[in-house]
């Protein structure tokens, strides 16, 4: 009996005793392990970043939905060209890149580039033409070494006009682009590389104009004569053809200039502009552009 209560004992001792817990591993954790936690606190750390920039991206977004198209500049009241007296009695306004000295006037909304000193090797002004931007406010003028353009500064405004000597050729650029507010410089001037026209493209244009008008004159202040542009390209293509002079002078397409070798004509303003495959074939301030009529041509020209 005794030996019964004894099992009975040790077998209760068994049932109701826990076993022992496994020991807990105390081994710190490895370089690797550390890394995995850095690398997931740092993965956490860049979503929600992510998060961030991504919740500011679309309010900033939406903040810029909310603002208003910027308005176009106001256009100027528009007001008659001034005569050349009128242009005569202000003073001289902001151009960039005139080291030709030519003379730059400003008088409401109309500027007036008139070059009548020699370039800096000695050449005289011999021409002028527009290559874009011609209007039928553009006024162009050349004669006993004097060339000039006259044209508003609008909104929008993106005129060029070619002023050749005997030895260079410069770009001049009157611009304002719209939105941006009228610019402090009335013209840009931009020495090119193109080879100078030898014409001072007033006889040809001028003679022709009088046979066809008779009893006018080549003045500004006449109607008929101030929708010609002296252009060189027309001059030296239909100097013996008067229909076809004026028609070129006066931007008809029927008389398109015959452009020499390697040029392409372009219209409107009837004039030959380098024919180009790559910007490195260009001249300085200028680069090469879809022709505006003719696809798969390109052209050199200002932007």
């Known amino acids: 009996m005794r030996n019964l209560?004894?099992?009975?004992?040790?077998?209760?001792?068994?049932?109701?005793?826990?076993?022992?817990e496994e020991k807990k591993d105390d081994k710190p954790a490895s370089k690797d392990e550390k890394k995995d936690d850095k690398e997931k606190g740092d993965k956490k750390k860049d979503d929600g970043d992510k998060k961030k920039d991504d919740d500011k991206k679309k309010g900033d977004d939406k903040d810029e939905a909310k603002k208003p198209p910027p308005k176009d500049d106001p256009m100027p009241e528009r007001t008659k060209v001034p005569s050349k007296a009128d242009f005569d009695k202000v003073a001289d306004a902001k151009a960039r890149g005139n080291d030709v000295g030519c003379e730059v006037r400003a008088?409401?909304?109309?500027?007036?580039v008139s070059c009548r000193k020699p370039s800096s090797t000695g050449g005289k002004p011999t021409a002028v033409w527009v290559t874009r931007g011609k209007s039928?406010?553009?006024?162009?003028?050349?004669?006993?070494?004097?060339?000039?353009v006259v044209a508003?500064?609008?909104p929008g405004t993106d005129l060029e006009a070619k002023f050749s000597w005997a030895d260079v050729v410069y770009s001049v650029q009157i611009r304002w682009?719209?939105?941006?507010?009228?610019?402090?410089?009335?013209?840009?001037?931009?020495?090119?590389?193109?080879?100078?026209?030898?014409?001072?493209?007033?006889g040809a244009t001028c003679t022709c104009f009088k046979k066809l008008h008779t009893g006018e004159k080549c003045e500004d202040s006449n109607a008929n004569w101030q929708i010609v542009s002296i252009n060189p390209w027309c001059e030296m293509s239909w100097a013996d053809d008067c229909d076809k002079l004026i028609g070129?002078?006066?931007?008809?397409?029927?008389?398109?200039?015959?452009?020499?070798?390697?040029?392409?004509?372009?219209?409107?303003?009837n004039f030959c502009a380098k024919e180009c495959k790559a910007d490195s074939a260009c001249?300085?301030?200028e680069k090469c552009l879809e022709h505006p009529l003719m696809a798969g041509k390109n052209i050199c020209a200002a932007e």
């Not at 008088?107 to 007036?112: A, P, Q």
């Not at 039928?136 to 000039?148: E, F, I, P, R």
């Open 177 to 202: 682009l719209k939105g941006q507010g009228k610019p402090d410089e009335a013209a840009h001037f931009l020495k090119t590389d193109d080879k100078p026209v030898m014409t001072t493209t007033t």
């Open 136 to 148: 039928k406010d553009t006024y162009l003028y050349a004669n006993n070494g004097v060339t000039s």
């Open 5 to 20: 209560l004894a099992v009975l004992l040790l077998a209760g001792l068994a049932v109701g005793c826990p076993k022992s």
């Open 152 to 154: 508003p500064l609008l």
């Open 107 to 112: 008088k409401d909304e109309w500027v007036r």
């Open 283 to 285: 001249t300085k301030g």
């Open 248 to 269: 070129c002078a006066t931007g008809a397409p029927g008389g398109a200039p015959k452009c020499p070798k390697g040029m392409l004509v372009v219209y409107p303003g």
